[in-house]
């Protein structure tokens, strides 16, 4: 059985991005693989945050993955800063990650520049706390969304120079990831801007929806949402960019295929699709929510949840970090 690795970070709350984009398709392919999911609490301090609210974030993700239908027989789910590894695997790996490969990465540039003087030593080693995450589980894929596609490609590159350096030939230590990122969902766009992703970072609610929205909030941000003058909808049309976005959002959440959205909307007006997206997204995020709140009034549960969840991740990365340490020449702890 293959692996699948990925992960969240329990910045704020969970949008239709983060859901269509990586944790709908762990949650689709998840009897096909062996898969272990992770809260990214480690690079959620990357950027100024908030103690009051980490632990209780964490928590609230580790439910939503649970309401998203992920299912403990065939995912291990557990809370990165609970496996030490990640960060012992990140110091070595930093060690032969040339500066420049992160100073080039995108989203530390565009990161980098919104926080001005702030930037922590962390925000430009995320990609390599990133590629430790992965390489301890050895998986075969890593679902996620379009904007992590750079973070995988260092997170390869890391692997052929470590390989190189350490590992005999033919006898690679680490290895190497595949991205897995569908095309349709891979990059949900703000609903106030077609041209800009969706993301808990945009300063604007009305740019997103989140997976805990009320009914209310959905219907208002979908009324206010951008869209164009043109009568029709369709998708595909680059001058069109809010057209193609929330017929994709309906496509994804109703389940129809691409031509027959196409043939149900091609003649419609906003005034007419915006009421069928709306009924369309609470439906989908309804029984999410239920389920959440069920979940979420049972901590119990869920401390089991992640428990179990760190004993068998731990596991498994411990003997990868013992292979790596073993092949850079370290002595055995005593
Ligand atoms: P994060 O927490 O920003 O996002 C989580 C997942 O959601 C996807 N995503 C989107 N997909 C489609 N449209 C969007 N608008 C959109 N916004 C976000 C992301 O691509 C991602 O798959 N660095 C990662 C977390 C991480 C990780 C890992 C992932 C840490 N270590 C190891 C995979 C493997 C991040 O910040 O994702």
């Known amino acids: 059985r293959q692996r699948v690795l990925s992960g969240v970070q329990p910045t704020g709350n969970l949008h239709l991005g983060n859901y269509l984009g990586a944790i709908r398709n762990w949650v689709e392919g998840q009897s096909q693989y062996d898969n272990f999911l992770f809260i990214a609490d480690l690079h959620a301090v990357t950027l100024p945050h908030n103690p009051a609210e980490l632990a209780k974030n964490t928590y609230t993700l580790a439910a939503l993955y649970l309401a998203c239908g992920?299912?403990?027989?065939?995912?291990?789910?557990?809370?990165?800063?609970?496996?030490?590894?990640?960060?012992?695997?990140?110091?070595?790996?930093?060690?032969?990650t040339p500066l420049n490969w992160l100073t080039d990465m995108i989203q530390f540039k565009e990161k980098a520049v919104k926080q001005g003087e702030n930037v922590g030593v962390g925000l430009l080693d995320y990609p390599v706390l990133m590629a430790s995450d992965i390489l301890l589980y050895e998986p075969d894929?890593?679902?996620?969304?379009?904007?992590?596609?750079?973070?995988?490609?260092?997170?390869?590159?890391?692997?052929?120079r470590f390989?190189?350096?350490?590992?005999?030939?033919?006898?690679?230590?680490?290895?190497?990831?595949?991205p897995l990122i569908r095309?349709?969902?891979?990059?949900?766009?703000?609903?106030?801007?077609?041209?800009?992703?969706?993301?808990?970072?945009?300063?604007?609610?009305?740019?997103?929806?989140?997976?805990?929205?009320?009914?209310?909030?959905?219907?208002?941000?979908?009324?206010?949402?951008?869209?164009?003058?043109?009568?029709?909808l369709e998708f595909d049309n680059p001058e069109r960019p809010e057209s193609n976005n929330l017929l994709t959002l309906y496509?994804?959440?109703?389940?129809?295929?691409?031509?027959?959205?196409?043939?149900?909307?091609?003649?419609?007006?906003?005034?007419?699709?915006?009421?069928?997206?709306?009924?369309?997204?609470?439906?989908?995020?309804?029984?999410i929510q239920e389920k959440y709140q069920a979940i979420m009034d049972d901590r119990g549960y869920l401390e089991s949840v992640l428990r179990h969840g760190k004993h068998k991740a731990e596991a498994v990365a411990n003997q990868t970090l013992a292979k790596v340490k073993a092949a850079m020449g370290y002595s055995t702890p005593l």
């Not at 996620?144 to 997170?155: A, N, S």
């Not at 390989?163 to 595949?178: G, S, W």
């Not at 891979?186 to 997976?211: C, Q, Y």
């Open 141 to 160: 894929k890593v679902p996620v969304g379009e904007d992590q596609k750079q973070h995988l490609e260092l997170t390869r590159d890391i692997v052929n």
């Open 70 to 96: 992920l299912d403990l027989t065939h995912s291990t789910i557990f809370v990165q800063s609970h496996v030490p590894a990640h960060t012992e695997l990140t110091w070595l790996l930093n060690c032969i």
């Open 251 to 287: 496509m994804l959440l109703s389940g129809k295929t691409k031509e027959e959205v196409t043939t149900e909307c091609q003649d419609m007006g906003w005034g007419q699709f915006k009421p069928l997206l709306t009924e369309t997204v609470i439906n989908a995020l309804k029984p």
């Open 183 to 232: 095309k349709e969902g891979a990059r949900v766009m703000s609903l106030t801007d077609g041209t800009k992703k969706m993301s808990k970072s945009d300063p604007s609610e009305l740019s997103r929806i989140n997976l805990l929205d009320s009914a209310d909030e959905i219907a208002k941000k979908i009324k206010k949402c951008k869209t164009d003058p043109t009568r029709g």
């Open 163 to 178: 390989n190189y350096l350490f590992a005999k030939p033919d006898q690679p230590v680490l290895k190497l990831p595949e």
